[in-house]
């Protein structure tokens, strides 16, 4: 890759923008930059469709808005969209093997809205099939390798976190801007965190769900990755509207954060969950100490509070979200749409068969236990049950906010971890990954994960910003002031291969 590719392609989001509305860069040169470094990248599998023929196509037209002095607020931007955003006329697979060939009719709102905006899109990232997984191994389109690299390890490949693993990849190896994703229960924060990325999940309903291959319903909510704070304030002021086409979407005003961006963690009362604090690795501990000591020099106070429902939220979400997710994904039957075996001679053996091959392991487990746990046998006592958990999850929050502004956890027990421990790893242990960030999604808060510092052999850590409903600007407001201010230096090694 040349020395130009690589300065065009670091460039943030907002500069970029900057600069193709001052034409000190041509959209032209800067998308077909974006589509060679795309293509070079192909070995971290971070794209399941490419779209170079739609970018130019979009590109053309920022062209002329650009000419005119017309720029949208993402004119021209290259982007990565995560592949459950349904796009009219694009391939839209959600990773799995079930929507292999799946050409949606319709845009999603959420895509909708950064056309609108002059976006332009690369292609279709890669993600854990139907967002189902914490480490980019569960896509039937193959895992995702992470472009951060430990400092002891040089040759080993990680995992870049999932489900959005694809889009964090896109985004920490510079083939794409920002990227949107989604989080259900940590797919947003998750893959930011282990790839030095800034990620936020928004208020449950901020954004619409319109268009987006549902997983749990009442958990997704799709948000921005991007390479820092002021990029992903910027991104999500475009993605997130009000829609009646989702009876969930909030019927809140626009609003621009970034426009409205005021960094500062002044006079801020943040919340420490003493709960979060114990059983931290050293380098967390480490990194945790040393984000405390940032907040305090921009002047927060920091409060000890204890969550004691945390430990509840990881069980009961892993109810909750595989009976959400039998219910939606009882939609693939091979006769409405998506793939269907033809290996069977009758309708029942037709429906088994399509679903065995169409859908993968991890998948089918959770069909399995979200089946189960609204059967008859489980229904009261596993999912009414984990019902009460999550309202008592909520009130635990809301009670907390009365005393605090933001609360401040780890994003994720540790760095990445090797591409080849993940399948090593039992069904349970790669769950336990996510005991940091599925307790917002429960209580449908905004939490957002911000690089605090790095491991000891090089791997990036998140810190996650968590707040009231609709508090997002005060969660970028905080952590672009904490982004500012935290020297977290270098020591991640991009891959050389880029
Ligand atoms: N890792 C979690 C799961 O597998 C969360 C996934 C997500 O947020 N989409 O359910």
Do not use: W
């Not at 939606?328 to 290996?343: E, H, I, P, Q, S």
């Not at 991640?492 to 880029?498: A, F, G, M, P």
């Amino acid at each position: 890759m040349s020395t130009l590719t690589n300065d065009l392609c670091s460039l943030s989001l907002v500069t970029a923008r900057d600069k193709l509305r001052s034409k000190e860069i041509g959209v032209l040169e800067f998308v077909e930059t974006y589509i060679t470094a795309v293509q070079d990248a192909r070995g971290l599998n971070a794209f399941i469709t490419e779209t170079p023929e739609l970018a130019r196509e979009q590109a053309l037209r920022s062209e002329k808005k650009l000419m005119h002095g017309e720029g949208r607020l993402l004119e021209g931007i290259p982007l990565g969209i995560k592949d459950l955003f349904c796009t009219k006329g694009v391939r839209t697979t959600a990773g799995s093997r079930i929507l292999e060939n799946f050409i949606p009719q319709y845009e999603s709102t959420v895509s909708q809205n950064l056309l609108d905006e002059g976006a332009v899109f690369l292609g279709k990232t890669n993600m854990d099939e139907f967002a189902m997984g914490s480490a980019n191994i569960t896509s039937y389109f193959g895992p995702v390798i992470s472009p951060i690299r430990s400092t002891e390890h040089l040759e080993k490949d990680l995992v870049p976190g999932g489900s959005s693993g694809g889009s964090a990849t896109a985004v920490a190896a510079n083939i794409a801007v920002a990227a949107t994703a989604s989080d259900t229960g940590g797919s947003i924060r998750q893959p930011a965190s282990f790839t030095g990325t800034v990620g936020i999940k928004p208020t449950y309903g901020l954004c619409s769900r319109y268009g987006m291959v549902a997983f749990a319903s009442s958990l997704d909510q799709a948000g921005p990755i991007a390479r820092n704070v002021r990029d992903a304030a910027l991104m999500l002021s475009v993605m997130a509207s009000y829609d009646p086409k989702d009876s969930t979407s909030l019927n809140v005003p626009r609003t621009n954060y970034l426009d409205a961006l005021q960094p500062s963690a002044k006079g801020l009362k943040i919340g420490i969950p003493k709960e979060c604090f114990e059983n931290l690795s050293d380098d967390l501990t480490r990194v945790m100490r040393g984000s405390l000591d940032t907040l305090s020099h921009l002047g927060a106070e920091t409060v000890d509070i204890s969550l004691k429902m945390l430990k509840y939220a990881l069980p009961t979400y892993y109810i909750i979200a595989p009976a959400e997710a039998s219910s939606n994904l009882a939609r693939y039957d091979g006769v409405r749409y998506g793939f269907r075996a033809t290996t069977a001679d009758n309708i029942q053996d037709m429906y088994a068969h399509t679903r065995r091959l169409g859908f993968g392991k991890e998948v089918r487990r959770r069909i399995f236990i979200g089946t189960y746990v609204l059967s008859v046998a489980g229904y009261e006592s596993y999912y009414v049950m984990a019902q009460k958990v999550r309202q008592k999850i909520t009130q635990e929050f809301e009670e907390i906010f009365k005393h605090v502004d933001v609360i401040i956890m780890p994003t994720t027990t540790g760095g990445a971890f090797g591409l080849e421990d993940g399948p090593k790893m039992s069904a349970v242990d790669m769950y336990l990954n996510d005991i940091f960030t599925v307790a917002l999604n429960m209580a449908r808060l905004p939490g957002i994960s911000v690089p605090g510092g790095y491991t000891s052999d090089g791997l990036p850590l998140g810190v996650q910003f968590i707040g009231p409903r609709l508090s997002e600007q005060l969660l970028f407001n905080v952590s672009a002031a904490f982004e500012d201010a935290v020297q977290i230096g270098d020591a991640t090694q991009i891959k050389e291969t880029i």
